[in-house]
């Protein structure tokens, strides 16, 4: 064995280590993706539940009090 397998021997087990990388970042970021699909549909199922969006996408506190303008701060 010369110097030459020995360093064709490193740089396939590189390119290997550097596959493997590649291959495991793939997975983990496709399961990230399901699961944040996962979380939004949760939460528009929640806020759909509840019923406290306007018709127009804008969120109003339950008790109406968004803009409450009494005196009683002042």
């Keep these: 064995m010369n ?3 020995i ?3 490193k ?4 390119r290997a280590r550097i596959e ?3 291959a495991r970042r793939a997975a983990l970021n496709a ?4 699961g944040l699909a996962h979380r939004h549909a949760a939460r528009l199922h929640n806020q759909a539940n ?3 969006t306007a018709t127009d996408g ?3 506190p339950p008790n109406g ?7 009683e701060n002042q």
């Design 58 to 60: 804008t969120a109003t």
């Design 50 to 52: 509840r019923g406290d």
């Design 7 to 9: 360093v064709a021997e």
């Design 65 to 71: 009090a968004a803009n409450d303008t009494t005196e």
């Design 31 to 34: 399961a990230r993706q399901r």
């Design 20 to 22: 493997a990388a590649k």
């Design 3 to 5: 110097v030459d397998d």
């Design 11 to 14: 740089i396939a087990a590189a």
